[in-house]
């Protein structure tokens, strides 16, 4: 898959951003495997820590979009974090 990538990369329109989407497809892939080798050694209790606090973790990321999707991203907008006026989309 990463050589598809990396040959349809040479005659993108946007070669060098084609290379290093393709660049970061094979870095996630390399981190993918990486974590698999590395869970495989730990306790069975280790992983069920982990594994709550994945389902924690996205529950809370999930409930704050879905609060900022039906309140047309007030906190979004009151936090000034991020200028929601210059992305076209949540005008």
Same mark, same amino acid.
């Given at each position: 898959?990463? +050589?598809?990538?990396?040959?349809?990369? #040479?005659?993108?329109?946007?070669?060098?951003?084609?290379? =290093?989407?393709? +660049?970061?497809?094979?870095?996630?892939? @390399? $981190?993918?495997?990486?974590?698999? /080798?590395?869970?495989?050694?730990?306790?069975?209790?280790?992983?069920?820590?982990? #594994?709550?606090?994945?389902? =924690? +973790?996205?529950?809370? +990321?999930?409930?704050? =979009?879905?609060?900022? @999707? #039906?309140?047309?991203?007030? $906190?979004? /907008?009151?936090? /000034?974090? @991020?200028?929601?006026?210059? =992305?076209? $989309?949540?005008?």
């Amino acid at each position: 898959m990463a +050589g598809y990538l990396f040959a349809n990369a #040479t005659w993108s329109q946007d070669p060098s951003n084609a290379f =290093i989407k393709a +660049g970061w497809f094979v870095g996630v892939v @390399l $981190m993918t495997f990486a974590t698999c /080798r590395a869970l495989r050694t730990w306790p069975p209790a280790q992983i069920r820590v982990a #594994t709550n606090s994945l389902l =924690i +973790g996205l529950a809370v +990321g999930m409930a704050f =979009i879905l609060v900022e @999707l #039906t309140s047309s991203f007030t $906190m979004a /907008r009151s936090s /000034r974090l @991020l200028p929601m006026s210059s =992305i076209a $989309m949540w005008r």
